[in-house]
């Protein structure tokens, strides 16, 4: 198997492949009324999210929300993104990138922190789920980072090399995670950071997914 068979890409879903930033703020801002902070702005949202989220309500509020608030800010963000994720649609051009890669037979796969079991029927349900060898969704509690699971994702791919693995991400955390286990990131402008926050990580920053297949086939090379 040549250099380019063997280049595996391992999406981010949230604000990568799926383009639901109108979602995630309107969670975001319907779990700060819960304890009554003020709504902020997408553009506030992408200079000053973080992950573990609990950080990013602390650049908020002051101080780490305590158990019981975390808790109902949680449970609000989700019960709020899981009505409203039905709006959102497929970032442009995504199916035809992802039929591309699979076409040219190389591999790849979706590693995300959205929960396990609404991530598999939502992939599925966009017809796409057969461009990946693995689907994986977060199956823990919810306010970590990445790099735990890209750990236990990669372990289950047979034959894949870290070393010939790139992670494209919109998040800070998912550069962390793939560096976690010793493959490359780039990260794409278009999702939870703008483009300080993440050419502060020290890995591609790209402002289309067009781009980032492109950065990943040259590093994976």
Not at 161 to 179: M, N, P
């Amino acid at each position: 198997m040549g250099k380019h068979e063997a280049a595996h890409i391992v999406w981010d879903w949230n604000g990568t492949l799926f383009h639901d930033n109108e979602a995630i703020i309107g969670a975001t801002n319907a779990a700060f009324a819960e304890l009554g902070i003020e709504p902020i702005t997408m553009e506030q949202y992408r200079a000053l999210y973080c992950v573990p989220v609990p950080k990013f309500y602390e650049r908020l509020i002051g101080r780490l929300p305590t158990d019981v608030e975390w808790e109902l800010m949680d449970g609000t963000f989700h019960r709020y993104y899981a009505e409203h994720r039905v709006a959102c649609a497929l970032t442009t051009g995504a199916v035809e990138l992802l039929t591309g890669w699979r076409s040219s037979g190389r591999s790849q796969s979706i590693l995300s922190m959205y929960v396990h079991d609404e991530l598999v029927p939502l992939v599925r349900g966009f017809g796409i789920e057969q461009h990946f060898i693995r689907v994986d969704g977060r199956t823990g509690p919810s306010g970590g980072s990445k790099a735990e699971h890209m750990v236990r994702h990669l372990g289950s791919l047979t034959g894949i090399e870290a070393r010939r693995t790139v992670v494209i991400g919109d998040a800070a955390d998912d550069a962390v995670a793939a560096l976690h286990v010793g493959a490359r990131a780039v990260l794409y402008t278009g999702g939870s950071h703008n483009r300080a926050s993440l050419e502060q990580v020290g890995v591609p920053v790209v402002d289309t997914l067009e781009e980032a297949v492109a950065e990943a086939e040259r590093l994976a090379a």
